[in-house]
């Protein structure tokens, strides 16, 4: 299993960390934020194909932000599976 840490841009969050396993999602969590909805994010997404997670996060808007604390999951996501190629 894969630790990741990511600092979030432009949103509440000022860091998400989860593991990857098999491609799987594990141990969403976030450091600051709304964390009623955060918490249930990281329950929806537990043991959840991390592509496919990545994929349907991706472009979600928070108040016309541009981004969003799903999508900034979606980049953390992305960023850890380009990294988890390259070291495999």
Not at 59 to 70: E, H
Request: charged share 20%; hydrophobic share 35%.
């Amino acid at each position: 299993m894969k630790n990741f840490s990511y600092t979030p841009q432009g949103v509440c969050t000022s860091n998400i960390s989860f593991n990857i396993s098999d491609g799987k999602l594990y141990n969403v969590k976030f450091t600051g934020g709304c964390m009623g909805n955060l918490q249930a994010i990281s329950k929806l997404v537990e043991g959840k194909d991390a592509t496919i997670i990545a994929q349907t996060l991706r472009g979600n808007d928070c108040r016309g932000k541009g981004t969003s604390c799903a999508d900034q999951l979606a980049k953390a996501i992305e960023t850890a599976l380009i990294k988890t190629q390259k070291t495999a």
